[in-house]
């Protein structure tokens, strides 16, 4: 069975500081992994995904996010907060043949002036 | 916007009542997914038709169901509603069977409130 595990369900960094947001993962097998965005009162919009080949996955708006397969990990960084980041986001994970994603339970963003 | 357009946006309704929440998926895609989010359990995986098939299930209780039409349009029926039925809903589309690979586009939800 798989599954997500979001460390933080809040965070909050200054503007221009750098944003990491926690995301591990179990899998039985090789795992597809995402980063969803939902900003206020919107759908949820893909960030980054990671499949296969290159660990280090660069998405929209500057964010990254490494996939660490001995930790089960895959951290979502920004390296400067801007003020339009704040946001709720959503970790995914997915096996490489299935239908189903499984999300964590999302962590929300602050960012303070 | 993702393509992908859910009516209505906002629903209230009471106890005990019968909702339908539709769904139009980007253009081509086949597969449509259901998923609820709620403050307590976080964004729950409901159910995916693929070209008018059911193809996998999840936390989906007895009192919903769902199904795709010939021109891929969804609809997610809720009956016998409760007040723990209130919560977004979300509808998504992906343009094949599996959604491993390729992303899920997501609509912008329907806020289902029950009184």
């Known amino acids: 069975a798989q599954s997500v595990t979001q460390l933080g369900s809040h965070v909050s960094v200054s503007e221009g500081a750098l944003v990491l947001l926690r995301c591990n993962y179990s899998?039985?097998?090789?795992?597809?992994l995402f980063w969803y965005v939902q900003y206020p009162n919107q759908g949820l919009q893909l960030l980054l995904k990671?499949?296969?080949?290159?660990?280090l996955v660069k998405g929209i708006n500057g964010f990254e996010a490494e996939f660490k397969k001995s930790e089960t990990s895959f951290h979502l960084t920004k390296p400067s907060a801007h003020m339009s980041d704040a946001a709720e986001y959503f970790c995914?994970?997915?096996?490489?043949?299935?239908?189903?994603?499984?999300f964590g339970t999302g962590t929300s963003l602050t960012v303070i002036p | 916007d993702s393509g992908v357009t859910q009516t209505p946006k906002h629903l209230i309704t009471a106890t005990g009542q019968r909702v339908t929440l539709r769904c139009s998926p980007r253009s081509g895609d086949l597969s449509v997914y259901w998923y609820q989010q709620s403050l307590d359990q976080g964004l729950q995986f409901l159910i995916q038709y693929y070209n008018g098939e059911e193809r996998a299930k999840g936390n989906i209780l007895e009192r919903f169901s769902a199904q795709q039409f010939p021109d891929l349009h969804s609809e997610l029926n809720l009956s016998s509603l409760e007040l723990g039925d209130s919560a977004l809903y979300f509808c998504a589309s992906s343009p094949g069977l599996s959604s491993s690979y390729n992303e899920q586009f997501f609509g912008p939800g329907t806020r289902l409130t029950v009184l």
């Open positions: 995914a994970v997915s096996e490489n043949t299935g239908n189903q994603f499984y």
């Open positions: 899998s039985s097998v090789p795992p597809y």
């Open positions: 990671y499949t296969t080949g290159a660990t």
